[in-house]
């Protein structure tokens, strides 16, 4: 039915012209109420318009024919996508849902929805939940649209932000700063930045807790400590790592040596108050330490030391692992490793102590703590050790014991000697025994000692006299001089000569081995490592201006023999000259007796028990020196020259 107004815009003409139409008996129409306001109108049908007109009409009421826009369906998500919390929801839904679902079974489903939605709102009144909730929930069960299951009223807008992202990207510009910028200073230099940069953002940046938001929300541990605290922590904190694997090491494989000071204040012999050094080498296998030495300097003579009374008692390692100390990277004692220079390379170098004993030395990468697994022994011995004495300072401020002052105040502060014999006795006795507690599963509880000895398959050990001869230092090559060979001992030059070693070895390259505790001879070596002969130390050639005449009648008659032995072996020289060997004769000689002592020698035998000894014929025939060395004056004056040349540098 069209109203007269609808009839006369489709005819295009004015209603007082269809009123007349009907008014003519020439329009069907029907006389009805409107409902609105009860007033009698006429209706006209569309049937009594002309074919032309009906279309018209239709035509007009139609909707503009569109094709259908389908929003794209999300493909549902696996529950693993959710959070805890959130999937805790969805399971409590869908228990509501079957619950919900059964307890319909033979029941009118009307009254039976409104009397379970009144049980579930006195089970659990903080659900809102209707009968529409648990059509739309059960809907999207059965959809497994676990989205629907889930209420985010007020989450529609988690992870966004409005903040404007020139304004974020310039904060973190600040924040990732290795001066580690305080939050709310790097929003004030952000809107600094801004005011002379970008004034139109000025407006829109945020409160602090909207930075503090999404800085919780989107920057990651790992990027904060990279960003904020280097390279050195993000390593040792949140990089990768390569876990060892001790399962199938033996012990004595390998020792690991590092230095740590005492957190001990202990008292030296001149009533000076200090800390001590321990110089300590543990075994890789059971964490038992093997050797250590208590000194007030970490030097390359406490790492000998050290690892001299390690290998009287447990052997001699295969391979020692250390960090790039001088004290360990000394040219003597293990090589300079990494230090070593590219000129040098080529140049003759003794062979230094880790060599002639067969031990490699492995040096740790630089600034890499990790791998020095001693160190978290270290953190055992202070806290089972040197807590137990009243003088212990602690790691650091925090750790401090109060009353330290007080115990200092009062005296009770250990002599030197007594801390060395104390810890001494822990160490062996109570801190070696002590339950394994590394990482191979199978040891865990056992004593220390007992999974040395239990998985300790070769000891190669060497006698105190040989030992003493691997374990000497060495100098670099000299040039045997008028004087012979020497030493320079805290500044002091001390000559060690004798007549028929000068004679046959003046101006040829040598170097000297020597025992740091008796300096009063040395050993002479060759470039090629052949031991030549033990020279004494030749003290009463050394003469000043106001000297005894027995000690210069002494001297002088040193210098005159010595010029007796040149001429004697000049003339042994020429008689010896008549009996010249061919140089071939030689060389096939010395080649053929190598190959001898080769096969003689063997291989070495991998037995449980190995012994190290040192076979060293020298090069010359020793001869007897005459005359007493004063040791005691020598030593006074190179410690007196010592504490003079320290004062000098203060």
């Known amino acids: 039915m ?3 107004a609808q009839v006369a815009q489709v005819k295009g003409c004015t209603p007082q012209y269809v009123r007349a139409l009907i008014a003519k008996g020439k329009l069907e129409h029907v006389l009805d109420g409107d409902p609105r306001n009860h007033i009698r109108q006429y209706l006209v049908p569309v049937t009594a318009l002309p074919e032309k007109l009906q279309a018209k009409y239709y035509g007009r009421a139609a909707p503009p024919k569109t094709e259908a826009i389908t929003a794209p369906q999300e493909p549902p998500k696996p529950l693993d996508a959710y959070s805890d919390e959130e999937r805790r929801e969805i399971e409590l839904w869908i228990g509501i849902v079957q619950e919900w679902k059964t307890y319909r079974i033979g029941r009118d489903r009307k009254v039976a929805d409104g009397a379970f939605v009144a049980q ?47 304004v974020w990207e310039c904060f973190l510009s600040y924040w990732f700063d290795l001066r580690k910028y305080p939050m709310k200073q790097c929003i004030h230099y952000t809107q600094l930045w801004c005011e002379q940069e970008h004034p139109e953002l000025l407006a829109g940046i945020p409160s602090y807790s909207a930075f503090y938001r999404r800085w919780k929300a989107e920057i990651p541990e790992a990027l904060n400590v990279l960003g904020r605290e280097g390279d050195k922590v993000f390593d040792d904190r949140c990089g990768p790592y390569l876990p060892r694997i001790y399962d199938d090491m033996a012990s004595n494989d390998f020792w690991i040596a590092d230095n740590h000071t005492f957190d ?51 052997g001699i390692p295969k391979y020692i692992y250390v960090d790039n100390g001088r004290e360990f990277l000394t040219y003597d004692v293990g090589g300079l490793g990494h230090r070593r220079k590219k000129k040098s390379a080529d140049t003759f170098s003794p062979p230094p102590i880790f060599a002639r004993l067969g031990i490699t030395m492995i040096n740790a990468q630089v600034r890499n703590a990790r791998a020095k697994i001693i160190e978290r022994r270290f953190l055992d011995f202070k806290n089972q050790i040197s807590r137990l004495f009243m003088t212990f300072t602690g790691g650091n401020v925090l750790e401090k014991p109060a009353n330290l002052k007080h115990v200092l105040k009062a005296g009770h502060v ?34 220390r000692k007992d999974v040395y000895y239990d998985h300790l398959e070769e000891k190669r050990v060497a006698s105190a006299d040989d030992l003493t001869l691997m374990l000497m230092r060495s100098t670099r090559l000299q040039k045997v001089g008028r004087m012979g060979v020497h030493l320079t001992i805290g500044g002091f030059r001390i000559d060690y000569r004798d007549d028929a070693f000068c004679l046959r070895y003046q101006g040829e390259q040598v170097y000297v081995r020597y025992d740091p505790e008796n300096i009063s001879s040395v050993r002479v070596y060759d470039e090629q490592d052949r031991f030549i002969a033990v020279l004494q130390a030749n003290s009463n050639i050394i003469s000043g201006y106001v000297t005894s005449k027995e000690v210069a009648k002494e001297s002088i008659s040193k210098i005159k023999s010595a010029k007796k032995l040149a001429r004697q072996e ?52 020793p001869r007897v020196v005459n005359g007493a060395l004063p040791l005691d004056t020598m030593l006074k004056n190179a410690e007196n020259a010592q504490r003079a040349s320290q004062h000098k540098d203060i």
């Open 2 to 4: 069209l109203t007269v």
């Open 120 to 166: 579930m709102r006195q089970r659990k009144p903080e659900l809102s939940i209707s009968t529409d909730v648990l059509y739309r929930r059960w809907k999207a069960w059965r959809d497994q649209h676990y989205d629907g299951l889930i209420d985010r009223r007020g989450k529609w807008r988690k992870g966004r932000y409005a903040m404007d992202e020139t």
């Open 264 to 314: 001990i204040i202990s008292e030296g012999e001149n009533g000076t108050r200090h800390r001590l050094y321990l110089t300590a080498f543990m075994d890789a296998r059971s964490g038992i330490i093997t050797g250590f030495h208590i000194t007030d300097n970490p030097s390359s003579e406490a790492t000998i030391y050290a690892l001299r009374a390690g290998i009287l008692q447990y």
């Open 414 to 447: 250990p002599a030197d000697h007594r801390l060395r014999e104390v810890v001494g006795q822990l160490l062996e006795g109570y801190f070696n025994e002590q339950p394994y507690n590394g990482s191979v599963a199978a040891d865990k509880g056992q004593n």
């Open 570 to 621: 000049i003339k042994s020289r020429v008689l010896a000259s008549m009996d010249q060997v061919d140089a071939l004769d030689l060389v096939l000689g010395d080649a053929q007796r190598n190959i001898a002592a080769r096969m003689e020698n063997g291989e070495p035998d991998r037995s449980v028990l190995q012994i190290h000894r040192v076979s060293e014929e020298p090069l010359m025939p």
